[in-house]
Structure formats: C-alpha cells, structure tokens
C-alpha cells in the first residue's frame, strides 16, 4: 500500500510540474516572440496546440481526451499487475512518468481547449513541445530501452499474468 502512496503523489508531482511551467509560459510567453535561450538553436515560444503530436488531429479535442482516458485505464491496469519485485522498479516508474505527462496533457485540453506547449527547437524546427510530452518521450525511450535489453519474455510473463 505504501507503493500505491509513493506512486501517487509522484504521479501529482510530476503533473504539478507541468501545469507550473505551463502558467510561467501563458504568463511569460504568451502574447510575444519568446525567449532566446540559445540563438538561433533554442527558443521558449508560446503555441496553443489544438492536436495531438506532430500537429497531428487537429481540432479533435473530445477523441484525443477518450484515448487519453484509455490509454490512462490500460496504464493503471498494467501498473497494478506489475509483480513487486524490485526488478519491476523501472518500468513502474516509467508508468508514472507516461501517466503524469498524459493528465497534463489531459488538463490542458479539458480546461482551454487545447495543450499549451513552449520549448521549440528552431535548428532543427522540431515542433513545439511542453513538459508532459517530455515525460512521455523520455518514458517511452526508457520503455523501448528496457523492453531490449534489461526485461526477459519470462519477466513479461509475470507482467502479463500478474504474478
């Protein structure tokens, strides 16, 4: 139970974080051209993006919130079916961290209407992104790590079968 604790309010850390910088950049960036950080490599930019990803699903705010709301229920599913073993440590974490980036995300589209993102990477004109899409990012690159090259299929076995 005490798992179940730790878990959650990391889980409402993370999410607080997000929503913090998410209010410095409406307060901060909205309305201007931004903030050099690095000429011409990275710049703080205040956008409204009314999709998902990429860009992608514009204007599709009530389906983007079903599959988050999904996506939600298979990671809680799958969290509380992971064995509590030490060696499950990490992919429990990177869970959280997919959850948190996906309620802030989630936030942003009930409350506004569309997920305020600000850090751009003009060298490569990578699109806008915010913390909650780090979260996801870095979690699934942990993920897709761990899943080569730290987990066995008998170690996803016990995931699968909850034990």
Not at 61 to 82: D, G, M, P
Not at 115 to 144: G, K, Q
Request: aromatic share 16%.
């Amino acid at each position: 139970m005490k798992k179940y604790f730790l878990w959650f309010f990391a889980l409402i850390a993370l999410i607080g974080a997000d929503q913090l910088t998410k209010w410095w950049a409406v307060i901060a960036l909205k309305g201007n051209d931004g903030i050099s950080i690095i000429n011409n490599v990275f710049r703080l930019m205040y956008l409204e993006n009314h999709g998902a990803a990429f860009g992608i699903m514009q204007n599709k705010r009530w389906l983007l919130l079903i599959i988050t709301v999904v996506i939600l229920a298979a990671l809680s599913f799958l969290l509380i079916k992971i064995p509590h073993e030490k060696k499950y440590v990490p992919i429990q974490w990177i869970f959280i961290a997919l959850e948190a980036g996906a309620v802030g995300n989630m936030i942003d589209r009930i409350i506004n209407g569309y997920v305020v993102d600000f850090f751009y990477f003009e060298l490569i004109d990578f699109p806008i992104f915010n913390v909650a899409d780090c979260y996801v990012v870095i979690a699934a690159i942990a993920a897709i790590v761990l899943l080569l090259f730290y987990y066995k299929d008998e170690d996803l076995e016990k995931i699968k079968n909850g034990k």
